[in-house]
């Protein structure tokens, strides 16, 4: 699909990182996604299928078909599926904003931290409608990295969170895309449109999370832009240090961080 550069990076240990994210938070942020047997669905932007593997086994009976522009992450995605026995999904290669499928070829459609690296997500979201039946929906997950906050408080770790989000806006991209939800369904023609805000609170009780979301899919995600925002002078190489050590330290006996996703679900009149 026509998209910002991906400021991640195509390495395996985002791959990895996407995976321990996808697994972290299935129960926050897909406990109530379930589309009926029968039903067509599209997942726009798999990726190398971290949200697909969740969607189909919570949908079992659905007809999924998942796209995404990059040959090598669909080859990926496809192996993690058939690795896991999934049987009702289908993969095909195609750009978001010209995809071939005829109008309202599909019952359903989900996104999945797409948009926030897309330059234009308004014109994304109505160009899916149109692949809408009426009465369908669309669901969309984001997050928004100004939503991070935590103890012990650090302004070298919130600079080092800004670097990324730079970075992102630099790439045409947009982190804090997630509280735009709600303005980006109506513009887009949707109704109805509901967003949830999804918070993953951590401390020390919750060890899974500890390690799943705060050590491994949040602060490797900042950690990984660490060339990027050295490279531009965001930040001298020791405060950018201090910054990433603060953020683990979150992830100690008295840490605590907080982070919140948004889940979008709008109606096709």
Known sequence: MVRAEYVHGYTEREAERLSDQARTLTALLHHDTQYPAGSRVLEAGCGTGAQTVILAKNSPGARITSIDISPASLLRAEERVRSEGITNVMFQEGDLFSLPFAPQSFDHVFV?????????????????????????????????????????????????????????????????IGRELYPLFVAAGYADVQVSPRMVYVDASRPTLVEGFTRQTFTAMVEGVKDAALGRGMMTGEDWDRGIADLYRTCTSDGVFCYTFFKGIGKVP
């Not at 994304?124 to 928004?144: F, N, Q, W």
């Not at 302004?155 to 991209?173: T, W, Y």
């Open 112 to 176: 999945c931290f797409v948009l926030e690296h897309l330059p234009d997500p308004r014109r994304a979201l109505a160009s899916l409608r149109s692949l809408i039946r009426p009465g369908g929906t669309l669901t969309v997950i984001e997050g928004d990295h100004g939503s991070a906050y935590f103890h012990p408080d650090s302004p070298a770790a919130h600079r080092a969170i800004q670097c990324l989000v730079d970075l992102q806006k630099e790439a045409g991209g947009n982190a804090l």
